[in-house]
């Protein structure tokens, strides 16, 4: 058959695959390749957003190895393994959720809790996230009397790596500019406007992914920071 290269969607039978699939890991498997249509019916934001181009249903898989997962999945796994031997597992769990969105080591009474009490949302990787971490570190480099300047530069790329970590969702991706531009306003003496941010912020992503536009993420993420900043004015 023809040679193509591009991402694909694979769905097969759990059954088929005698171990648990880890990042990373090589998967032989053959079937029938659809096109994906990014722009049939709509727009697909998450085709488009994940850079999928083909999908294949009902795959049958031919072989199975372990791979070499990614800088970031290496990352993670470490920042997995570290809370987990120094924390209780319950506890390991919810902060490995709430770092990095990544609540699999959650048992479903856990999950249960936080959805009775309203507030299962916090696990979602989002701004606030962002906030968390960039705050702690700009706390640490005020203790040690940095500069300025540098403490904005090496915070800033601490962001960018977190935003890599989670996989650079429109939401963290938008709290990262956010926060760049805020920090650089305050540090040029310039008062501090979320709307003028949140649109610089929105301009940017918008130039590099144009049709992050139709991504109910991207949406609804900047529609809601913009309220915020409405309701303050």
């Known amino acids: 058959g023809r040679q193509t290269f591009g991402r694909v969607k694979v769905y097969c039978q759990a059954n088929l695959l005698s171990e648990a699939l880890q990042c990373g890991d090589e998967v032989t498997v053959s079937g029938t390749l659809t096109g994906k249509f990014l722009f049939r019916d709509g727009v697909d934001a998450y085709a488009y957003r994940s850079r999928l181009r083909y999908e294949m249903k009902n795959a049958s898989v031919l072989s199975f190895r372990e791979g070499s997962p990614t800088l970031a999945e290496r990352f993670r796994a470490g920042v997995k393994e570290g809370l987990f031997r120094r924390l209780e597992r319950e506890n390991a769990s919810v902060v490995t959720a709430l770092l990095l969105g990544d609540k699999s080591e959650m048992t479903e009474a856990c999950k249960e809790a936080f959805t009775r ?109 913009f309220s915020i900043g409405c309701f303050q004015k």
């Open 117 to 225: 009490g309203g507030i299962l949302h916090l696990f979602a990787v989002s701004g606030l996230h962002v906030g968390f971490v960039t705050s702690f570190f700009f706390w640490i480099l005020k203790r040690v009397r940095c500069n300025r300047w540098l403490s904005l530069g090496l915070v800033g790329a601490i962001a960018v790596f977190y935003a890599y970590l989670t996989g650079f969702s429109p939401s963290v991706v938008r709290a990262v500019w956010m926060t760049i531009v805020l920090y650089c306003g305050r540090m040029l003496g310039e008062p501090r406007d979320i709307l003028s941010s949140v649109s610089f912020a929105a301009l940017l992503l918008l130039c590099v992914r144009p049709f992050y536009l139709f991504d109910a993420g991207f949406s609804l993420s900047f529609a809601a920071v």
